[in-house]
């Protein structure tokens, strides 16, 4: 058989092999978001050709991004968790009023964003995040051209997400291995050849995404699916309801990144722009390593909302166990890599000796705590599959508000730059152990109904 028909069939969530089915969904998930954080990562490579300044500006710019994405993923995972479970209850006929529902909604959501087109209001905002001289030059131009993006990545968001509900994962990686070609060739072309700097980066990916959303919408057409669209319907606000039940605190869950990500950028800022740039590539570098743990907590949540539909509470306990031995498997021997060639997976940014050097102490500092990541990654998946987007909300929030933060202030005062990325892996222990006692508490909830022979609410 061949790859692409193996990866594209659809897997029987409910009584395959439990670590075929996950293979299936997370291996193609882990290469879209792959070559969607690429895009991140290729612009980062490029512009800290640029010197820190742009860097800089880049790494405040950053969470607005994030933002946008968080939103997107929370409306994605949303919409996706309910047709998934729609169709692990054979209710067909409710997929199309909520595939076509979550694009205007999406939309709506990033609508305030677009305020920051106005270069007044642009300056004030990231006045704030602590920007100033040539670094707050930097940033308009690399705005202005990410937001008019947004709803291109909101199609592309949608589109795949369709796809996920149905068990294909494939095509949405596709699409951005398109896309992401498009982004690497252009980029350079935009920045260095016709001397656009910063602004090219940002051009190249938003026609990356157009690429992207162009296969997302042919692909959907070809599969006799819904496409995402911008069409009023009656029961429209009904089905905004029922998607925002869940999606809002799984954006909210995702929009503790981007939030938590500025307030440690405003501490890097009393060191300097050097700082914040290495930071930004410790960052970047760190969630590429991440990625295919990000891409099997992905898979938990389609495979446990269809078990969870069908009341098969073994498959899901299953899933639960092929996540951690597999996570764990992985993550050993890519941390031991990490440490020990960080001083090699700089270069391609080919940044000043200062931010260089930072690079490679907060690339090993992160790695640290990166072993106990899969812990808060499996209740995400687990907890957003089952329909409860609080658990992970209140693990995230507590490893980057209450956790890091609070940490990155104290060591700065005390030991400096490096305090600051310390605060990293201090963080993901407490977080760790928060979320076995969160994971534990919702296993044992879900249990506890079974037991008493209730049936499952959906």
């Not at 075929?20 to 792959?34: D, E, G, N, R, T």
């Not at 405003?266 to 760190?286: C, Q």
């Not at 992970?392 to 933060?405: D, E, K, T």
């Amino acid at each position: 058989m061949k790859i692409e028909n193996y990866f594209t069939k659809r897997p029987d969530m409910g009584s395959g092999s439990v670590t075929k089915v996950l293979l299936v969904l997370a291996v193609p998930a882990m290469m879209s978001m792959f070559f969607q954080n690429l895009y991140a990562l290729v612009d980062t490579m490029f512009i800290s050709w640029l010197g820190a300044d742009p860097l800089a500006a880049q790494a405040l710019v950053v969470p607005l991004f994030y933002l946008a994405l968080s939103l997107g993923k929370g409306i994605q995972i949303g919409t996706a968790a309910l047709i998934s479970q729609a169709r692990g209850q054979g209710k067909e006929g409710k997929v199309p009023f909520l595939a076509r529902a979550a694009l205007p909604l999406l939309l709506l959501c990033m609508l305030p964003l677009t305020l920051l087109l106005i270069p007044e209001l642009c300056a004030g905002f990231f006045g704030l995040l602590g920007a100033g001289g040539s670094v707050l030059d930097q940033i308009y131009p690399y705005t202005f051209w990410m937001i008019m993006s947004f709803p291109v990545m909101a199609y592309v968001m949608i589109g795949e997400c369709i796809f996920m509900s149905h068990g294909d994962t494939f095509t949405p990686m596709k699409a951005m291995v398109l896309g992401n070609a498009l982004n690497m060739l252009l980029a350079p072309l935009l920045m260095f050849t016709l001397g656009w700097g910063i602004a090219g980066a940002a051009i190249a990916t938003l026609l990356g995404q157009i690429i992207a959303a162009f296969y997302i919408r042919s692909r959907l057409l070809q599969a006799g699916l819904i496409t995402p669209s911008i069409i009023w319907e009656a029961a429209m606000f009904r089905r905004w309801l029922e998607i925002g039940k869940l999606g809002f605190v799984v954006a909210l869950t995702f929009l503790i990144s981007p939030l938590g990500l500025a307030m440690v950028n405003g501490v890097l800022a009393n060191f300097g722009a050097a700082a914040i740039g290495a930071w930004n590539i410790m960052s970047r570098l760190e969630m590429m390593f991440m990625l295919p743990l990000n891409g099997m907590a992905g898979a938990l949540i389609p495979f446990i909302a269809f078990n969870y539909g069908q009341g098969n509470w073994n498959r899901i306990q299953q899933a639960i166990r092929v996540f951690l031995l597999a996570a764990v498997s992985f993550l050993l021997p890519v941390i031991a890599i990490v440490v020990l060639s960080a001083k090699w997976l700089v270069l391609p940014f080919g940044s000043e000796v200062e931010v260089a050097e930072l690079s490679i102490r907060a690339i090993r500092i992160a790695a640290l705590g990166d072993i106990l990541a899969p812990l808060e990654l499996v209740l995400y998946g687990t907890a957003q599959g089952l329909k409860r987007p609080l658990y992970p909300l209140i693990a995230m929030g507590a490893r980057i508000l209450i956790f890091r933060y609070p940490l990155a202030v104290f060591f700065a005062s005390n030991w400096g730059v490096y305090g600051v990325y310390w605060s990293q892996p201090v963080a993901m222990i407490l977080s760790a152990i928060l979320s076995s006692i969160l994971l534990w508490r919702l296993l044992n909830d879900i249990m506890g109904t079974l037991n008493k022979g209730n049936s499952i609410v959906l």
